[in-house]
């Protein structure tokens, strides 16, 4: 880390410690990141005989239920009385841990923002943010090795679960020597990794497993193997019982196979609306091909939403995935 | 490392340091491991200019084919006249490499034997056992540091496959603080991890997919949701043009389904041939349950072949495990 890092870091060390207590803030659609720092950081401070409440306004996933301290989230704030320091923990703006939160809401308030989000606006009156971090969890491990709060398990096994999903199992490109060093620090507290890699992905319900069943029966492939198209309609998610949100990562699946470059998966998620995501390999910008579609994203990963019937949806996509592939390949 | 550990290394690398030539072997069925952890150590002596030879005995997998160096690896042994000095790697014993090899073969050379499996039976003129290592890829690491080798992306491509393939990921029991120490210092060389898992762990063949589509398909629940039993028959490997190497790690669809305690894969692989795998998750001896049909393996993960047809094997599986959940249960 560089001086100027270590300088904040140790600051905000100082801060914490002057503090009695705090509200600690993450973002909605939580994921392990946000929960096991915030948690992580919490139990940390609880250690140190500061009051701490936890807020988070989203539906916690189920594999999330494991960690310690998971059962003190809040969902709703009180309607008044609040402490003196608010901590927004992988937040990169202050409303996405709550919406209409601003500006009242944090009026004369201390304000800190611990974030590694590169797009972070800085709405703190004390901002930490790290783009390098891979996660969140990282940058609060390094805090409370500043604070010289000795590691839990506990403690451990919320950051070791916010580095973990926010790296893919140390597969993303995010992944970076820091993530590996500071896993084998957090290993040495005995935490059971086997048991925490099965819960967070490997097990899945039976209406999850189902649903891909029904994903691979839908699968089709165009464009001599280069173009892999999922379908799943408002039947499929009936039939397996699974909600939409069950439908996550099943687009790999078309995206992964031999050969493809270009990958959909099409959800009909109301009647006459498909919620459409695009996955690209190599050199497909998906981006673009959203963007026809009033959508957007990356250039290997983007959606979009179409208001149609599937059988309108799929013809759609399909031309325009065709058609990006055919540019692409004369270039 | 203890003492005697590090005086095995020490000796190891002094001896290395001496000879001009020499064959490397590895086993049977190749894995990440096996084939990494001999790239990585050939690899590194051919840089200190020794003349060094590969074999393998097995059909390489595919997702192995990447890694540098590995057409230098011959599968047939050279009639007469080989080096001095043999360096068996991640080989349990001799007749791993090759079978019907001892003693003659080996009569008279330097035998060296470097390996992490506990059953090893010490055949070699030198041993380097190392049962705690998760990978046979971590000691090359350790040998290649303590002969003073610079670390290339070459040769850390090759450990950091043995390590992330015989750790699934780092998320099976054998993974250490050291799996992660090493695993930072091999990403300190550049190495692309978002490719190597792409490819190791991601990327599917079409048949492979629609195969998995058929397992998912023949899926079947019992005893109100703690058995799973995939069935898959001739006609669903003709069909998907799938070979039955495809079929590996299906039987954890089975297993991770949530409730599921006892899971099985039936393979038709050949007419009235039925290969089953068993695995459990937190109580049910499989082993116990193999056995019963001459077969064996570990209390979580074994297997056994029935001689029938699928319909009478299938039933034959789901009555003994029935049996063993209800017996398991009443006590």
């Given at each position: 880390m560089d001086k100027t890092t270590n300088k904040v870091i140790s600051e905000l060390a100082k801060k914490l410690d002057t503090i009695s207590e705090a509200a600690l803030l993450t973002h909605i659609s939580p994921d392990g990141d946000c929960i096991g720092s915030m948690l992580a950081l919490g139990i940390a401070l609880e250690g140190l005989n500061k009051k701490i409440c936890y807020y988070n306004p989203g539906f916690l996933p189920v594999n999330l239920k494991f960690l310690p301290g998971v059962d003190k989230i809040c969902s709703v704030l009180p309607p008044e009385e609040f402490p003196e320091t608010l901590i927004f923990i992988d937040c990169a703006e202050a409303e996405r841990a709550y919406s209409g939160l601003c500006p009242e809401f944090l009026q004369g308030k201390t304000v800190i923002n611990i974030d590694h989000h590169i797009s972070n606006n800085g709405f703190g009156t004390v901002n930490w943010i790290d783009a390098g971090a891979a996660a969140t969890g990282e940058m609060i491990f390094h805090l409370l090795g500043e604070m010289g709060v000795s590691m839990t398990k506990e403690i451990a096994e919320n950051l070791y679960t916010a580095i973990i999903t926010d790296t893919g199992r140390f597969s993303y490109s995010n992944t970076t020597v820091e993530s590996f060093r500071i896993a084998a620090e957090l290993l040495k507290t005995g935490l059971d990794l086997v048991q925490i890699n099965n819960i967070l992905f490997e097990q899945k319900s039976l209406a999850q497993t189902r649903l891909l069943q029904k994903a691979l029966t839908n699968l089709e492939l165009h464009q001599q193997g280069t173009m892999a198209v999922i379908v799943l309609t408002r039947e499929d998610f009936e039939e397996t019982g699974a909600d939409e949100s069950l439908s996550e990562g099943l687009v790999n699946y078309a995206r992964n196979i031999e050969k493809v470059e270009a990958a959909a998966l099409l959800k009909?998620?109301?009647?006459d609306e498909i919620k459409v995501s695009f996955r690209s390999n190599t050199w497909l910008d998906v981006n673009q091909v959203a963007s026809r579609f009033g959508g957007g994203g990356h250039r290997r990963a983007s959606g979009c939403s179409i208001n149609g019937t599937m059988g309108q949806a799929r013809q759609m996509i399909v031309s325009a995935l065709e058609e990006a592939l055919n540019v692409g390949r004369d270039h």
């Open positions: 009909e998620i109301a009647p």
